[in-house]
């Protein structure tokens, strides 16, 4: 089984930073994309940034140029770095992984998420 654990949420001001960590365990043939995503209050789960095998990335332009991507494929790790916040950054954010349990078997894996809350 494989499972993404996720951690690093939490109560921040605006203006101020929090660094989310999602870790893929289990058994793990290898770890393609990783993304995250994040829910608000009465909205759509949108992407805010993506992350390739190869450190190629992607980002919501709502959070360009503030948030960072970054992954360990040594640990099958994401992190999502975010830098001045803003109140409309708050939500539930959540890992989301295409991970290879075998040859030719790949699977879509969620984390259970993380709220992240910015105060005005």
């Known amino acids: 089984q494989v499972q993404l654990v996720e951690s690093g949420g939490g109560l921040v001001q605006a203006g101020g930073s929090l660094r989310l960590s999602c870790a893929a365990s289990?058994?793990?043939?290898?770890?393609?994309?990783m993304d995250w995503y994040r829910q608000a209050p009465g909205k759509q789960r949108e992407l805010v940034a993506g992350?390739?095998?190869?450190?190629?990335?992607n980002y919501a332009d709502s959070v360009k140029g503030r948030f960072t991507i970054l992954r360990d494929n040594a640990k099958n790790t994401v992190y999502l770095q975010m830098n001045n916040l803003k109140p409309e950054d708050t939500a539930v954010y959540y890992c989301n992984a295409d991970i290879q349990v075998r040859v030719f078997r790949n699977y879509d894996y969620w984390g259970q998420g993380t709220q992240v809350t910015v105060s005005s």
């Open positions: 992350i390739t095998s190869g450190g190629s990335t």
């Open positions: 289990g058994s793990i043939f290898r770890v393609n994309r």
